[in-house]
């Protein structure tokens, strides 16, 4: 039986979807000012009109990837509470994933960096963004509402202020262990978490 032909749609979607797995590649070596969209398509193995047809620059491109990264993140939350585990026992799971990915989170962190400064420079990838991070906030803050809800549990911050505090804690330590290596306490995330997540009593 032969291959099913795609249709063009999916066409589109698969090369965008290759595109942006070879500039996870080529920025993690090259960085956000040594990458090109010569070398990030040539990767790719497409031509570098392929990239223009579905991003704009290479500063939109990486935007791209940061805003999948986030998708990412956030589906693995709702994935978490879908499947009906209790407050503490997220954590421990959050907690689990953050050490599972940090040598991915390495790289982020290092990119994160790199383009922060770029950023701060350029008003317009700022403005972009701050507005995909916003974003991200508002979907985890749901989720920390629906998990509040379900432990019939109340917090002294709101959910977009706790949304705030866990996001910035993340790219936080993720910077400071690429930093210090094993100078950041072992576990010290999952504590941080049911210290502002969890009452006492719940911690047990």
Do not use: C
């Not at 797995?21 to 990458?35: D, K, P, Q, T």
């Not at 400064?117 to 701050?130: D, I």
């Not at 508002?138 to 002294?156: C, D």
């Amino acid at each position: 039986m032969g291959r099913q032909r795609l249709s063009q749609k999916e066409r589109k979607e698969e090369t965008r979807k290759l595109l942006l797995e070879s500039a996870v590649e080529i920025f993690a070596e090259l960085g956000f000012h040594g990458a090109s969209v010569e070398k990030i398509a040539e990767h790719a193995g497409f031509s570098k009109g392929a990239v223009y047809g579905h991003f704009d620059s290479k500063e939109e491109l990486f935007l791209g990837l940061l805003e999948r990264q986030m998708n990412i993140h956030i589906k693995n939350v709702h994935r978490l509470i879908e499947q009906q585990y209790s407050l503490s026992e997220i954590i421990d799971q959050m907690e689990e994933y953050f050490y599972m990915v940090k040598e991915e989170n390495r790289t982020w962190s290092m990119l994160n960096m790199e383009f922060l400064l770029y950023a701060m420079r350029n008003e317009s990838a700022r403005k972009q963004w701050s507005e995909m991070i916003t974003k991200s906030v508002g979907q985890i803050s749901k989720s920390i509402e629906i998990l509040m809800a379900k432990e019939n549990h109340e917090l002294t911050l709101s959910s977009v202020e706790m949304a705030w505090t866990i996001v910035s804690l993340e790219n936080g330590m993720s910077i400071f262990h690429f930093i210090t290596e094993d100078n950041v306490p072992l576990g010290l995330y999952g504590k941080a978490l049911k210290n502002l997540l969890l009452s006492p009593e719940k911690e047990q």
